[in-house]
């Protein structure tokens, strides 16, 4: 099995990418094609040592960056002989030569380009991306956090499907209880969105817990949040700015505390960090682009080596688990139970 | 000056609100009107030893509760001769005889009974729910987190200049910074309700910086948030619930480590115990519901004493800056400003 690592993804590429391929190959028994520029990677492939590790590179001459958006994007994103190492990459997927695409670059880029190269699986109006929350008691699929900043209650419907497949099959999770996120618990709570999504979830014969709110979702009462790519874009940011506003007023005021305080801060250091890594995206490594004809994975820019090492776990999980081809066969069964369900409540 | 503090609000009523009423008139000079069950108040009054200080109690002999809701709401609120505590209070408010009503109750039964009672400022579509939020440099007013889960362009307008002349007459913030809630910080990312709003922001005069994320309103970046309902409440709670979660897991992972852990979290524990204070948002007691026809605050259900007293303080700093007639002045010249100068754009 071969994973296609995206060698100029992260903020520090080549680097932390081409080492985390590196890590991955050494760990994982899995092959890696590594796309982007030639004369970068190989000799950071020879500082680690990577000479008898089943690595492959990919020559790109052009990357996307951040600066990639908008209609140029799409143009970029379309052209058939495009020479970035997203679009080389993805292409890789399409003509089977590897079972995943890793990148840690910009995620509108990604998502545009792997729209364009690869398309969405058949019954699929709307790719998400999913990343994974941690919660009290384990993680949470949550999608979309900003594919689509705009939905309907149908694209609800296929988040719901996709995430609960992606948690039973890649995470391991039996009959993954789904919640749809909302402004209240109740059923009837909600925006027009949500209201109209509550009854085609209900009929999808998914394991629909209801309304949550935040605090159910970190509470870990479900395995799946379903929300629009707005809200939980949104979402995701504030719990990442939170998270690090806590932390780091609480080292700001043992630094400037009393002696006492001080004192108390060395020896709970180590507390602190392992709760810092609980809250660490890079554990997880990249979350996946769901309802993309291909496995896609899109990673934090400022991910390190073990993050894409990380990913690279993930995506080859994905792969075995054989996560589109699940989608695609269950998706078509679900639309039309909800629908018909839906059309007999009505 | 007078405010009506409704007895019956608090999950723990009528001892915290009662107390709260008590401790405001010890410390605040204020004149203090009780609204609900006269038997039970009037004995906590003896108790608190409130014998000498400016508090009346007006007896209601209803009351509304978490069940209070839809139709049935409606029509309670609505009801022209009322007995329950928040419609007697509200009344209070209209009749001229109180500067403020303030609740530890239901959020969606005051804010009905609020908008039938009272009306909105004339100019004002929807009323908005404004807590403040804490930051690294102090804190921000978030508007709407409930009362409006759908918006239209022009609502998120009015919060904007609600919100921004909260800012500025009651916590005292001179110009204050208005972001716009979105899912990117560049113009033109949003949903299409935020990137038809960012036009009307952008020509409203007021100090706009343009669309933020979590990571900008907890950094400081802004004085004033504005979001539809929805994503403001999901927001709030998702916030609130991950400030939970941190602080538990660092508290468990002391409590569950080794000897040295367990002696450093000794030694942190005011530290840990001011953070705790900084996020909790009984220092604020309560948040305006903006645009109503006359001052509302709506605390938490889990209200303390404290709680209690600080909403009333923030209630009375609000009628005395005169903020509902600000409002309706300033928000008709915002509003022809701002509509004819998108009408020029266009």
Redesign the interface.
Known sequence: MRIVVDAMGSDNFPRPDVEGAVLAAREYNVEIILTGDEARIKPLLAEFQAGNLPIHVHHAPEMLTMNDKGMALVLKAKRKNAQNSMAIGLDLVKSGEAAAFVTMGNTGAASVTAYFRLGTIPGVDRPALAPVFP??TGTCVVLDV?AN??CKPNNLLEFAVMGSLYAERVRGVKSPRVGL????EEAGK???L?RDAYPLLEASGLNFVGNI???E???GEVDVAV?????G???L??????????????RE??QT?PL??K??????????R??RR??DPSEEGAAPLLGINGLVFIGHGRSDANAVKNAVRVALAAARANVVDAIHSDLAQRLAASTSAAKVSV
Chains 1, 2 share one sequence.
């Open positions: 919660t009290r900003g900043p705009d996120l909302s402004n209240g909600g925006n027009q949500v709110e935040g605090k979702l970190m509470a929300t629009d790519g707005f809200t874009n949104v979402m940011k504030t719990a990442e700015a939170v998270a690090r506003l806590i932390l780091e007023t609480v005021k043992i505390g006492t305080a004192l108390g801060g060395l020896l709970v250091r180590p507390t602190l392992s709760v609980l809250l």
